[in-house]
Structure formats: structure tokens, C-alpha cells
Antibody, heavy 122, light 107 residues
Framework: EVRLVESGGGLVQPGGSLRLSCAAS????????MNWVRQAPGKGLEWLSY????????YYADSVKGRFTISRDNAKNSLYLHMNSLRDEDTAVYYC???????????????WGQGTLVTVSS | DIQMTQSPSSLSASVRDRVTITCRAS??????LAWYQQKPGKVPKLLIY???TLQSGVPSRFSGSGSGTDFTLTISSLQPEDVATYYC?????????FGPGTKVDIK
């Protein structure tokens, strides 16, 4: 069974930092591109970041570029999101999601974790 | 960056009605589009990718079409379990932006 489990969320003050983790199991993690997506309370989905299998391709949304860093450890079957300079508007549930496509023609997010809540507040 | 819009923002329909949701890209994205369903309090679920390819396990009443800038998600016969918010997402190039969502409920 494919499982993605996020952790590391919590309450952080504006300007602070946090590292989210996503533990993958039930599939060969090193063969899949990965993404982070967030959802602010009562709002829609916001794509944040993409990381390719070998970490050779990485993309960010403008809203987090320069503040967030995506990384992975294939030996640990884990994806990470390092978040710095956090703002009130970063408050959201953060999801990791798997992309099974290697060609770029059929990208999709076929499995999602349950999400971890990040609250930025003083 | 390419902007994604969806219409309507919400709709109410009767069981067994045919429902159509539109997603529009501000520039052409070929068929690099996916659709997701998010039920209240749940994790998003992939419905369709490559504009019209049904994800395994998704009921056949869901279908997608379109190319370029205009796309549609159709539910051929709305069921009570289809109450959800539906999102499109482009992936021709980063950023892989989602549309704002369309909330569907039962009349």
C-alpha cells in the first residue's frame, strides 16, 4: 500500500523556520518525482514545489521561492520542505504528493499524504 | 506565469444531472492538465490527467476534454458522493498552478 506521511508541522512565530518531512512507503520512492502542495484554511490548493527523482530538476512557486527549499533523501525514503522567513500567510495544511511521470507529458499527483498543519502566529 | 480560472465557482445540481465544469488557461497548455476532487475534510484525489485520461479506479461518469486553453470536466450523472470541490491543475511548465476550484453540491 502506498503511504505518504507528513510530519513536522506546528506553531511557529513569524520570521521563524520549520522543516517538514514526508515519509514514503509501499513504493520505490527513488523512482518518483515529488511535490509539496498546501491549503490555507478554507482556501484552495496551492502548488509549492517539485523535485525530480535525482534532484536534478527543482521548481518553486513564486510565493515561496527564496524562502522554502525542497530536498529528498532516497536512502531514507523521505522528502523534506525547509521553510524559512515564515509569514502569517504561510499558515496552511501542507501535503506531499507523488508524481509517477518521468516523461513530463503525463504529470499528475496520484497519491497524497494526509497533510501536516503549519500555523504561523505570534 | 499562466493563470488558471474555473467556472462556475460553485454549482448546485440534482442527482443524475449532467454537470460540466470549465477550466481556462491564460495561454495554451496543450493537454497538460489534471483534475482533482476534494471532498469536505478529505485529501485531494486525482480524477483525470492529460486532459482526458481517467485515473485508474475513478468512476466512468467522470470525463475530461479540451486542449490548448479550454478544458472541461463532466460528471455524466451526478451522485450524492460527488459533493466536493473540483480543481484543475496545469503542468506544461512550472509553476504547476491549480485553478481556484469549483464547489459542487446537491440541490
Amino acid at each position: 500500500e502506498v503511504r505518504l506521511v507528513e510530519s513536522g508541522g506546528g506553531l511557529v512565530q513569524p520570521g521563524g523556520s520549520l522543516r517538514l518531512s514526508c515519509a514514503a512507503s509501499g513504493f520505490s520512492f527513488s523512482n518518483y518525482n515529488m511535490n509539496w502542495v498546501r491549503q490555507a484554511p478554507g482556501k484552495g490548493l496551492e502548488w509549492l514545489s517539485y523535485l525530480s527523482i535525482s534532484s536534478s530538476s527543482v521548481y518553486y512557486a513564486d510565493s515561496v521561492k527564496g524562502r522554502f527549499t525542497i530536498s529528498r533523501d532516497n536512502a531514507k525514503n523521505s522528502l523534506y520542505l525547509h521553510m524559512n522567513s515564515l509569514r502569517d500567510e504561510d499558515t496552511a495544511v501542507y501535503y506531499c504528493a507523488r508524481d509517477p511521470d518521468s516523461s513530463g507529458y503525463y504529470r499528475r499527483l496520484d497519491y497524497w499524504g494526509q497533510g501536516t498543519l503549519v500555523t504561523v502566529s505570534s | 506565469d499562466i493563470q488558471m480560472t474555473q467556472s462556475p465557482s460553485s454549482l448546485s445540481a440534482s442527482v443524475r444531472d449532467r454537470v460540466t465544469i470549465t477550466c481556462r488557461a491564460s495561454q495554451g497548455i496543450s493537454n497538460y492538465l489534471a483534475w482533482y476532487q476534494q471532498k469536505p475534510g478529505k485529501v485531494p484525489k486525482l480524477l483525470i490527467y492529460a486532459a482526458s485520461t481517467l485515473q485508474s479506479g475513478v468512476p466512468s461518469r467522470f470525463s475530461g476534454s479540451g486542449s490548448g486553453t479550454d478544458f472541461t470536466l463532466t460528471i455524466s450523472s451526478l451522485q450524492p458522493e460527488d459533493v466536493a470541490t473540483y480543481y484543475c491543475q496545469k503542468y506544461n511548465s512550472a509553476p504547476f498552478t491549480f485553478g481556484p476550484g469549483t464547489k459542487v453540491d446537491i440541490k
